[in-house]
Structure formats: C-alpha cells, structure tokens
C-alpha cells in the first residue's frame, strides 16, 4: 500500500521551532517532487514549500519564507520541515503530499498525500 506518514506535530508556544516529517511507505520519495501544505482553521490548504527529486526547493507562502525550509534524506526516504519563529497564524494541519512530476501549487494536482499532523502554536 501508498502512502505518506506525517509525524513530528503538536502544540508548542510562539518563537518555538518544529521539525515534520514526512515518511513514504511503499514507494520511494527520492524520485518525486515532495510538498508541504497546511490547512489552517476555516481556510483552504495552502501549498507551503515543494522540493524537487533534484533538491531545489520552491517556497509557495511568502508568510514562510526565511522561518521555513524543506529538506529530504534519501536514505531515510523522508522529507522534513523545519519550521523556526513560529507565530498563532502558523496554527493547522499540515500535510505532505507527493507528485511524480516537478512541484506544483494546487492541492488537486497531487497524487499521493498523508493523514495529515496538528501544528497549534499558542502562549
């Protein structure tokens, strides 16, 4: 079976940081185009940062630019958020979602996604 496992969230206090991971089964990640979104309360799902099979990264949410960075271990066949300075509007469920093209920024052009992790960042 497919899949992508997220792990890695919870609820953590603002200016804390926090690393996801994205863990494939049944399928290697290492030749596929890798993106984080995140679904905060009430909105749609927003692509954050995409990483190619290659390793160049796109980040989508310029909210994120600079506090977020995408990286993969191949050998862990994983793909990681490190997520630093984070803020409450940072709070959602935040996905990884794979392709077997290059990145793209809308949510119905993924193949295969996970279950999802809650990020909730709150004093």
């Known amino acids: 079976q497919l899949q992508l496992v997220e792990s890695g969230g919870g609820l953590v206090q603002p200016g804390a940081s926090l690393r996801l991971s994205c863990a494939g089964s049944?399928?290697?990640?290492?030749?596929?185009?890798v993106t984080w979104f995140r679904q905060a309360p009430g909105k749609e799902r927003e692509a954050l940062l995409c990483?190619?099979?290659?390793?160049?990264?796109?980040t989508f949410a310029p909210p994120v630019d600079g506090r977020f960075t995408i990286s993969r271990d191949n050998s862990q066949n994983t793909v990681d958020l490190q997520m630093s300075g984070l803020i409450p509007e940072d709070t959602g469920v935040y996905y990884c979602?794979?392709?077997?093209?290059?990145?793209?920024?809308?949510?119905?052009?993924?193949?295969?996604w996970g279950q999802g992790t809650q990020v909730t960042v709150s004093s």
């Open positions: 049944g399928f290697t990640l290492a030749d596929k185009s």
């Open positions: 979602a794979a392709r077997d093209t290059g990145c793209a920024r809308w949510p119905s052009d993924y193949n295969y």
């Open positions: 990483i190619r099979s290659a390793g160049r990264s796109t």
